[in-house]
């Protein structure tokens, strides 16, 4: 377990399973598979959103973790993309044949993925609207208390002080232990020194260019995606050549075990968000125990910062 401390004072692990596959075309029994796997290999923080799922990921969560009586479990969950409508039957059929498509060809998937993100209703800020996803996510998750809730897509516009109170109210009554913002990183760079202290955690993708993520100035800067850049590593470690030996002996690793880049790829990630979280997915069981990391390679000052120095743009 790679721990750290969450601002309402639950400690946690900072590889972190994503649920955006939960759900969709995969019912609960499969959905099941993967979280019972994500659970086997030691996941102990889970992030969600209404949205993911097509609507449905938050539910089967916490079904789950109710199910395995998971009371040392974290989670993260979201407000600003609106839940989607129930899906019917047929349409959770067509999407249980293309999804094997779709991860065969994870380009043509992201693609898809961001349309749907796209046409949901997005920008849900409101009071009463906050209020009752809020209410919803603690009920389907079978939980009295958030303990990481995030702003979905939060623009600078956004940031009001009728949010600021909802907020406040929440952290108040002891619905959510921390309030923060995931959005893209070109989102945050309109935030920057915009946003109040009410806000500890700032979430976004991981770039393999850019070690630098946004972070608020009192709190954790999370991150996801790290394991798309395979092929951005993997082409590295083609131009390295004969350097290859060389470079194995220093991250201490084998690379020509498959496993290696995934564990290069989420150290960097981990050394790039300090005490943040990393967030993590894959919709194969048998995959999901190969994301965890052991001590060794988790440590940030050892491989995530040999990796950063030998494959970053300086």
Known sequence: MIETTLPNGRKTDRLVFGCAGI?????????????????EAGFRHFDTAPSYGMGMSE??????????GATDATITTKVGIAKPAAVSGSKRLVMSVVRPILNQVPAIRRKLGDRMRQGAARGQFAPEFIERSLDESLKALNVEQIDIYLMHELTREDLTDELERVIERAKASGKIGSAGIGSRRQKFAALEGATPDIYEFFQTSWDWDNPSLPRPAHG???????????????????????????????????IGNPQTKADILLSMALA??????????SSRPARIADIRLDQRVADPNRMGGIANDLFRRK
């Open 272 to 281: 790039d968000s300090g005490n943040g979280l990393v967030i993590a997915q």
């Open 220 to 254: 954790m800067a999370n991150c996801h995606g790290a394991l798309r850049a395979i092929g951005w590593l993997e082409a590295q470690l083609n131009a390295a050549g004969d350097r290859q030996p060389e470079i194995a002996a220093k991250l201490d690793v084998d």
């Open 23 to 39: 759900g969709g075309s995969l019912d609960y029994a499969a959905s099941r598979k993967l979280l019972m796997a994500a659970w």
């Open 59 to 68: 539910a089967y969560l916490g079904r789950f973790l109710k199910e395995v």
